[in-house]
């Protein structure tokens, strides 16, 4: 009898990948990151081209699509829903994202690839196998819970049982800290094995650096401390023969020109509100124009098509206003999407945009007082601080949170209406690579002159050892 030859097998896994967003991670925080630099050494570090806006939705969306935002429709963390009538910030069905996601790409390649999702955007409804996702308990009486989102639903409990509840009010908000980034980067250790492609986000620097600006002590004491909580899960990939990319979507520069363009909208009759409770609302859909402020980038949505000129003259002449794209404008950017705004602001260097929209503070809504990133119509910054000028602010938090354990109503109004606490921002496309954002990869043949953010797709491919040619988009 003959004995078969044995031929070779053909390699059916594809190399282990970990995409690791550091948000906030520049060339001036990595000198504060050692053992993120070690990484950087052995392999490679080139800065990355972000997309406009720099902020996390749309360039998340960017990174996994390796679409331009005019395709994939995550134009900004939120936008006006023309169809319900609304500004949302923040929401989380992956539905919202248009195109094809890298993992679907890889799973061509190598069908059965096991894909986990830590803390990107967009979670809810991913198709991956593993999911986890901040996700608050919103009890019926007004009461909001720590928890997360995951899927198998089984893997919440394997989490909270190794790690505590999901420490929610560490991940945004006056008490935000390196909190969050631990139980992140934990979970991502359990699940890391498992798993092919592996995502992970942490957001640490996202913190200090808009508190007191990039180059605080602060924010250097912030890249220490994400630098050494990283490190256990650096070492686990290297231990375990993981590629690592490490990705950034900005750099956050210093500020101190807060922009009310509501207010400009609302003063020039543009902008209408009503009143409940004495509060002032935004009305949308009878404001002639009206602004949803994404950091350094607003969208700009004008009703009636004979006042767009008016709109764009005024806010042209605003005082740290530096673009206002129109829509073909917009399409240079990559930016034309119908959810866009009908002009699209950028702000200068140092200069950013509030959401304010009243014009006396004893009119605001409640919500604005308080951790309320899902009612408010534009990204509120000022969420990071307990207000400066209410030496109480602290003292009532803690006694909403007693409240809170017995099982009370509470309102945590303690965020300050003065927007000159905030020192750090991005949505602008960086003038300076230092103040930039990067990518590392572990492995130096992945090496290349130049990374756009839409590049990153390919990137992974190219890391779990798929040629790019194979995982075209369908």
């Known amino acids: 009898m003959t004995t078969p030859t044995t031929q070779p097998t053909p390699t059916t896994q594809p190399t282990k990948v970990l995409l690791l967003d550091v948000v906030g991670l520049t060339p001036r925080a990595l000198a504060d990151m050692p053992r993120l630099s070690r990484l950087a050494r052995s392999g490679w570090q080139s800065s990355l081209g972000t997309v406009l806006p720099a902020v996390t939705c749309s360039v998340q969306s960017t990174m996994l699509t390796g679409r331009p935002v005019a395709d994939h429709g995550a134009v900004g963390n939120g936008w006006y829903f023309r169809d319900l009538g609304e500004v949302f910030l923040w929401r989380q069905h992956h539905a919202l994202v248009e195109g094809e996601k890298v993992w679907e790409a890889l799973r061509r390649a190598h069908p059965g690839a096991r894909v986990a999702n830590v ?56 008490t935000a800290s390196i909190a969050s980034s631990r139980w992140i980067v934990e979970a991502t250790r359990i699940l890391l094995p498992e798993h092919d492609l592996t995502l992970s986000y942490v957001p640490h620097l996202d913190y200090d650096l808009q508190r007191f600006g990039p180059e605080s002590p602060e924010a250097r004491a912030a890249a220490r401390e994400l630098d050494a909580t990283l490190a256990p899960l650096l070492d686990d990939a290297e231990r375990l023969g993981v590629s690592v990319v490490v990705v950034s979507e900005y750099g956050i520069t210093a500020v101190d020109q807060p922009v009310d363009v509501n207010r400009v909208l609302r003063r020039a009759g543009l902008l209408e509100v009503h009143t409940q409770a004495g509060m002032e609302y935004l009305d949308p859909w009878a404001s002639a124009a009206f602004a949803v402020a994404d950091h350094q980038v607003a969208h700009v949505y004008v009703k009636d098509a004979d006042r767009f000129e008016e709109v764009r003259a005024l806010l042209e002449a605003t005082p740290g206003v530096d673009q206002v794209l129109d829509r073909a404008a917009q399409a240079a950017y990559g930016l034309d999407h119908e959810r866009s705004g009908d002009l699209v602001l950028v702000a200068e260097p140092r200069a950013w945009f509030t959401y304010y929209y009243w014009l006396d503070d004893e009119r605001a809504p ?105 995982a075209t988009h369908h």
């Open 119 to 174: 803390c990107w955007w967009y979670a809810m409804g991913m198709d991956v196998d593993s999911i986890v996702t901040p996700r608050p308990v919103y009890h019926a009486d007004g009461r909001k819970s720590p928890d997360c989102y995951t899927r198998p639903a089984a893997l919440h409990d394997r989490l909270t049982d190794r790690l505590g509840a999901f420490p929610l009010f560490h991940y945004w908000g006056p």
């Open 366 to 470: 409640d919500f604005a007082r308080g951790v309320e990133i899902h009612r408010k119509p534009g990204y509120d910054p000022a969420e990071l601080f307990f207000d400066p000028a209410d030496r109480s602010a602290k003292a009532r938090a803690g006694l909403g949170l007693v409240r809170k354990k017995l099982g009370l109503r509470y309102a945590m109004k303690v965020v300050p209406l003065d927007p000159r606490w905030v020192r750090g921002s991005h949505g602008r496309l960086p003038a300076d690579p230092a103040d930039g954002p990067v990518v590392l990869t572990s492995d130096a043949s992945l090496r290349r002159e130049t990374v756009a953010a839409a590049d990153v797709h390919d990137l992974v491919l190219e890391a779990a050892g798929v040629p790019v040619a194979a």
